[in-house]
Each structure stands twice: as C-alpha cells, then as structure tokens.
Nanobody, 125 residues
C-alpha cells in the first residue's frame, strides 16, 4: 500500500484544516489506518486510528474533541479534520496503515507497516 498525505498548511490558533491520505496499490480493506505526528525535536506521537471492522475509533487525549478521523473505503482515502488548533499541534502529520495491528498497541508506530510521507501543519499565534 502506498500512502500520500496532503492538506497541511499554516493557520492561526483556533483554525482548522482537513488532512487527506490517499492509498494506492491496494485498498484499505482489512487495514487499521491512523495518523501520527512528529514535532521538531520530539518523538513521533499517535494522534488517531480507525479500525476496519467494526470501525472503532481511537484518539490521543491531546486531540480528543478537536480532531475527527474518518475513512472513505470506496475512495480509499483517510481523513483527519483538525479543529481548534493550538501551537502545540504544529508537527508533520503522517498517515499509516496496519494489517496486523493488535488492539492494545494501536498507538504504537511500530505496529504500522505502511507510511505516507507526511504533511506539515504549522499553527501560529
């Protein structure tokens, strides 16, 4: 599976963006897909994930209530709507896919076999 993330940009605090992740090569069918982010000088951080079946959704505490992850299986696309952005949300956001993710380890980047190149989100005051 090849993943291509897009939609990043520079926004003011409180602003919104819609991130997209398009898959090619294979469909998303059967995969858990998610978003991670990495800020300068920091480790990669889990943001959100959505399982194929039964479609459970998981968020990190830092984005819960502000970010929304969805997937369109027909379009083979993953989305992340990011609202109420804060400067600490500034990071490169990457999408990832996993065919054998263990539920208890969805937040671990090592579980994901396929990664997109990332899209930069910058939030300024």
């Amino acid at each position: 599976v090849q993943l291509q993330a897009s939609g990043g940009g520079a926004v003011q605090t409180g602003g919104s963006l819609s991130l997209h992740c398009a898959a090619s090569g294979r469909t998303f069918r059967g995969y858990t897909v998610g978003w991670f982010r990495q800020a300068p000088g920091k480790e990669r951080e889990f943001v959100a994930a959505i399982r194929w079946s039964p479609g459970n959704i998981y968020y990190s505490d830092s984005v819960k209530g502000r970010f929304t992850i969805t997937r369109d299986n027909a379009k083979n696309t993953l989305y992340l709507q990011v609202n109420s952005l804060k400067p600490e949300d500034t990071a490169v956001y990457s999408c990832a896919a996993c065919s054998t993710c263990i539920l208890s380890s969805l937040q671990k980047a090592q579980q994901y076999q396929y990664w997109g190149q990332g899209t930069l989100v910058t939030v300024f005051q």
